[in-house]
């Protein structure tokens, strides 16, 4: 007489827990606050200036606006993004759009 070979599993009853609070309606994702939409395009052209900044090909920008390093830029035929001086001339009041990356380091 042979025995069958038991797995464990077969001496424990499965047991499957039900979730807390059963299924959940998804509710639709609401639309982004204005503010929120403010900020995101605030970011988004400050990360732009940011990368002009660390282009080099328009000369160096220590101890200079960002317009006027966009202005030297075009004086001498570095053909500068017309979108960052658009972006600099709407928003000539605001330091942290005018004022360069390095701005805050000595020279």
Not at 3 to 29: A, M, Q
């Amino acid at each position: 007489m042979t025995t069958k070979r038991r797995l464990i599993t077969d001496s424990f009853k499965v047991v499957k827990r039900s979730r807390k609070g059963g299924k959940r309606e998804k509710s639709p994702t609401p639309p982004p606050s204005p503010q929120k939409e403010a900020d995101r395009i605030r970011e988004e052209e400050l990360e732009k200036l940011r990368q002009f900044d660390l282009d080099w090909s328009f000369g160096p920008c220590t101890g200079i606006s960002r317009l006027q390093r966009w202005e030297r830029a075009k004086l001498h035929g570095l053909n500068p993004p017309e979108e960052i001086r658009d972006l600099l001339l709407q928003t000539h009041a605001d330091p942290e759009y005018n004022l360069g990356l390095w701005s805050g380091y000595p020279l």
